[in-house]
């Protein structure tokens, strides 16, 4: 096409779907295509490029990608120099951050940061996890790890830094967690050459714009109903809101429509003590979005 294009990169691997589904939420259809690395987008304005996200801030940074979406971790580990415009919350599991933690056998005599010295450490995050032993003084040998990391103990490492959200993998290899490294989200970034174009700059605007009002509405539901005006205050009493419930007149000024946002959760206890405090034609209904 003519014109300009927004150069985006997509995590592949674990995120790859769940990426996928938040820019569905979002209103952007991303289809995926076997054996492909270059996603369709439904915006002829943004080319999408499929990278791991280990490899995103390196390439986000030399201006190969305008911009994309990594962990933070990575973001650490490649010591890239970007400018994160956004911090999107999601994973495969949880939606929570996940932790880089390091974690040794359950009988192993390791129990800090110090009993580390002179040790072998498997990870992937070779570069972090040797500036967080500087930090703590301690001198031990870190390798990189291709993968299944959690094996190695004791046999081919004496310990590991591995990434864990759940903590569930960790445990079936009999490893215990000592400490903590850092906790790690999803990033959504660009490089200053991107930011520096007005064109490029608005286009990443609104896309995080909708990202994040996507995000927001993850877990939440609105509900419609009408209320007669006595019972209205009783109403209100029962009703979490985002903010405040949206009370509107209707033709017959003994009634008011109510138009609230609440936790899915809760939806299924709060609409029978609504229907008991007078609430009528009551609507539950999904959100794609929530713009703050």
């Known amino acids: 096409m003519n014109g300009p294009v927004l150069k985006l990169g997509l995590p592949a691997g674990s995120l790859q779907e769940a990426t996928g589904e938040l820019f569905r939420k979002a209103g952007y259809k991303i289809t995926y295509v076997n054996r492909s690395y270059y996603p369709h987008i439904d915006d002829p304005e943004i080319h999408c490029t499929l990278i791991r996200a280990q490899e995103m801030p390196r390439y986000v940074e030399n201006g190969s990608l305008d911009c994309g979406l990594t962990g933070y971790d990575w973001i650490l580990e490649n010591n890239a120099d970007v400018v994160q415009l956004a911090e ?27 009993d580390l010295q002179g040790k072998r450490i498997a990870t992937e995050v070779v570069q972090l996890t040797r500036r967080w032993l500087a930090e703590h003084g301690v001198e031990a ?24 959200e759940t903590g569930s993998s960790l445990r079936a290899n009999n490893l215990r967690i000592v400490c903590e490294l850092l906790q790690s989200t999803t990033r959504f970034i660009t490089n200053r050459q991107a930011l520096a174009d007005p064109w490029k700059k608005q286009k990443m605007d609104d896309l995080v714009l ?32 985002l903010q405040k419930p949206t ?8 009634w008011v429509a109510v138009n609230t946002v609440i936790d899915e959760t809760v939806v299924r206890h709060i609409i029978p003590q609504l229907k008991q405090a007078g609430a009528r034609g009551i609507v539950e209904y999904p959100l794609n979005k929530i713009i703050d």
């Open 210 to 241: 909708m990202l994040q009002g996507a995000m927001n509405a993850e877990g939440k539901v609105g509900l419609m109903m009408n209320v007669l005006t006595t019972d209205l205050p009783a109403v209100l009493q029962i009703l979490p809101a």
């Open 88 to 114: 999107l919350v999601f994973s495969k599991v949880s939606k929570r951050p996940v932790r880089w933690v390091l974690a040794v056998p359950n009988d192993s005599p390791i129990q800090t940061v110090q």
């Open 141 to 164: 040998h870190v390798e990189f790890s291709w993968g299944a990391t959690e094996v190695k103990p004791p046999r081919l490492a004496d310990a590991i830094v591995e990434v864990t």
């Open 247 to 254: 009370v509107s007149s209707l033709s017959d000024p003994a």
